[in-house]
């Protein structure tokens, strides 16, 4: 399970379940055109949410990308015509750049995976309000 607050100064923001599960990932929606893959659960809701058509989202349930999600996630975007990597804003370059090389491998041969990151001053895509989020989903 995971809960967030909704007051902004209210700490911690999000809570999560103590136990781990590493290859856990979570969709609430699938497209086989497009999938945005994001950090966390809510970031994902908030994508499926938005009303963008043919515009599904993956959570990779933390920053983790290890070898049991790129298994999950091959399976999940087999027959996806466009993948779009969304890391929160807190990620560091490098490690964002790992985890798309990661994801490449995923696509085998496909387009390369082009990475957006959330405009100021939103940290990720749970933050932003519907109407930021279907022209930055666009734009990738």
């Not at 902004?8 to 055109?33: A, C, H």
């Not at 497009?34 to 058509?53: N, R, S």
Request: charged share 20%; aromatic share 6%; glycine share 4%.
């Amino acid at each position: 399970w995971t809960a967030r607050a909704i007051d902004e100064d209210r700490r911690p923001k999000y809570l999560m379940q103590s136990v781990v599960f590493p290859g856990l990932i979570y969709t609430p929606k699938l497209s086989t055109d497009t999938m945005v893959v994001v950090e966390g659960p809510l970031d994902a809701l908030k994508i499926a949410a938005c009303g963008l058509p043919h515009v599904g989202a993956v959570a990779l349930m933390g920053k983790a990308l290890n070898s049991r999600k790129l298994l999950i996630l091959t399976k999940l975007l087999a027959d996806t015509r466009k993948v779009i990597f969304a890391p929160d804003a807190d990620v560091d370059a490098i490690a964002a750049k790992r985890m798309q090389r990661l994801l490449a491998i995923t696509r085998m041969g496909r387009p390369a995976i082009p990475t957006i990151t959330p405009p100021s001053p939103y940290k990720d895509a749970g933050a932003m309000p519907f109407n930021a989020i279907r022209p930055w989903v666009h734009a990738a």
